[in-house]
């Protein structure tokens, strides 16, 4: 494994040809290192799903990019032989920003730019860490600043460009300070970006509402008399029409191995344009339910090894058979999966009772171990049934199993609630 000074090198030779003091360039390198980590999330088993890069920016605080944690059950944060445990401190999904929390996490934070943007043709400097071992920098300049649709700017392009595991890492100006998070999720053909500083100080505001969902507690059991009201069709519970803003569906997400449990929410944030906004973009969804767009998975193998377009196909009836082959977002996982509809009933869950079709999977998913593929992935028997209530356009359960040599999952999300806030 490179170290450090070996991974800089060269780009202290490239510093020093474009500047007229070495000395500023090799300042400039001490400056940056201390504050950049790596960053690694895990799912079931503490099996790794992804690696990225992190900036710190405050005590016991660093920013990333949140597609790196997709799916995450544990975040850890990384240098050399030492490892952090890292929390979600707050999520702007829509924007890709996420702040991070180490407790008793003693590294120097960076100067964030207080400019909105940097001039076209800066030069700048990309600084990550895609191993734990060490900090990579390269050098360029800026290539161009797009607006989003407001008007405002949404991304800086680069002239340089930076593997996946460098998501989250620091575009920084000449004088050290942080003008970007660099973040390779981009579709095909697009130039390489990074999202501005400025953007840093708001996460916050704009994940409160977010957090306060993905952290609500679970809420006092109610007596029977102040259960949903669900009628035998299956009608939604009565509080308003649906889909609205400030309307939540918790779920609980029961791991069977383990016995643990945890709540995940899905609050619907924007309806427009015929789409359902939910958790500030990790999730979208169609007027029909179906799925538009997962950016960052929660519930389990019900996000993370969901279909492009959702468990439920489209015009699903008693007696369908479907297949699907495709690969799993954030992950590449191959999957192949045979889907029917095996019977009509009702089914009860802590929400209420509703009247569900049953939709059984089977088929093949493709597990590397440790999420690090050494040749062909194996291909592992993967089991999953969803019920899906077509009153409420939406599945209320949702169990998934599979098991490989090295990890094995069995897991079951269930509705808990349904309201409006």
């Not at 071992?133 to 405002?152: E, T």
């Not at 981009?186 to 306060?212: D, F, H, N, T, Y």
């Not at 609500?216 to 029409?241: K, L, M, N, R, W």
């Not at 009933?345 to 059984?360: D, K, N, Q, Y």
């Amino acid at each position: 494994m490179r170290r450090f000074a070996l991974i800089v090198t060269p780009v202290f030779l490239a510093l020093a040809a474009a500047n007229a003091s070495a000395l500023d360039a090799a300042q400039l390198l001490t400056k940056l290192t201390p504050s950049i980590y790596a960053v690694r999330a895990m799912g079931a088993n503490n099996a790794p799903l992804a690696s990225g890069s992190a900036v710190v920016i405050g005590p016991g605080q660093l920013v990333t990019a949140c597609h790196v944690l997709a799916g995450a059950r544990a975040i850890a944060v990384r240098r050399d032989n030492v490892s952090y445990d890292a929390t979600l401190d707050a999520p702007d999904v829509d924007r890709d920003l996420c702040l991070l929390r180490v407790a008793n996490f003693s590294a120097p934070a960076v100067s964030v730019s207080a400019a909105a943007a940097p001039s076209f043709g800066q030069k700048v400097l990309a600084a990550a860490s895609p191993e734990a071992a060490g900090v990579v920098v390269l050098d360029g300049s800026v290539s161009g600043l797009r607006a989003g649709s407001d008007g405002k700017l949404d991304r800086i392009e680069l002239t340089l460009d930076f593997p996946p595991a460098a998501s989250g890492g620091g575009l920084f100006d000449e004088t050290g300070r942080l003008v970007g998070i660099l973040s390779a999720g981009r579709a095909p053909g697009e130039k390489p970006k990074a999202l501005p500083a400025s953007w840093i100080a708001q996460i916050k505001e704009r994940g409160v509402a977010a957090m306060a969902s993905y952290r609500a507690p679970a809420p006092a059991p109610a007596p029977a008399a102040a259960a949903p009201v669900v009628d035998e069709a299956g009608a939604a519970p009565a509080g308003g029409a649906s889909p609205r803003v400030g309307e939540v569906w918790r779920y609980e997400l029961v791991d069977k191995l383990t016995r643990k449990r945890r709540d995940v929410v899905y609050r619907v944030d924007r309806v427009e344009d015929e789409r359902i906004t939910f958790n500030q973009g990790a999730r979208v969804e169609t007027l029909d339910g179906r799925v538009a767009r997962i950016s960052t998975p929660s519930g389990g193998e019900f996000d993370g090894a969901s279909p492009p377009r959702g468990w439920v196909p489209e015009d699903v009836k008693p007696g369908a058979r479907w297949k699907y082959s495709y690969k799993q977002a954030g992950t590449d996982l191959r999957t192949e999966l045979t889907g029917e509809v095996t019977g009509e009933s009702t089914i009860t869950v802590p929400a209420g009772s509703f009247r569900v079709l049953r939709l059984a999977y089977k088929g093949y998913v493709a597990r590397p171990f440790y999420g690090v593929s050494y040749g062909a992935p194996s291909s592992v028997p993967y089991t999953a049934v969803a019920w899906y209530a077509p009153e409420l356009k939406r599945v209320v359960r949702f169990d998934a199993s599979y098991a490989s040599k090295y990890e094995r999952v069995d897991e079951s999300l269930v509705l808990a609630e349904h309201r409006f806030d």
